[in-house]
């Protein structure tokens, strides 16, 4: 499985961005999805996913009610929609697939199968 992800850029604080993930090559639609951030000198943390069974969705504490994180099967694409961003929120964005058809979403890197090769998202005062 392949996955493209886009939509970072530079945006001032408060502003909001939505990025996109598309997969090719397998059964996304039976996978979770998940997108993960790494800023310059720290881990990479989770930030949300989606399961596919269901459809319930996960996030991160400090993204809450900022963030909302969809997926559209029919198109293989998961969506990240990010509001009233903050400096904080400054990172490479990486999506991330679980094949496991697990029945919720883990916020474990080394749960996920499959990445993309991110996309910068910059955040501005």
């Known amino acids: 499985v392949q996955l493209q992800a886009s939509g970072g850029g530079l945006v001032q604080a408060g502003g909001s961005l939505r990025l996109s993930c598309t997969a090719s090559?397998?059964?996304?639609?039976?996978?979770?999805m998940g997108w993960f951030r790494q800023a310059p000198g720290k881990e990479r943390e989770f930030v949300a996913a989606?399961?596919?069974?269901?459809?319930?969705?996960y996030y991160r504490e400090s993204v809450k009610g900022r963030f909302t994180i969809s997926r559209d099967n029919a198109k293989n694409t998961v969506y990240l929609q990010m509001n009233s961003l903050e400096r904080e929120d400054t990172a490479v964005y990486h999506c991330t697939a679980d094949r496991s058809h697990r029945t919720w979403a883990s916020v474990r890197r080394a749960t996920y199968d499959y990445w993309g090769q991110g996309t910068q998202v910059t955040v501005s005062s």
């Open positions: 090559g397998g059964t996304s639609s039976r996978y979770t």
């Open positions: 989606v399961n596919w069974r269901d459809g319930s969705t």
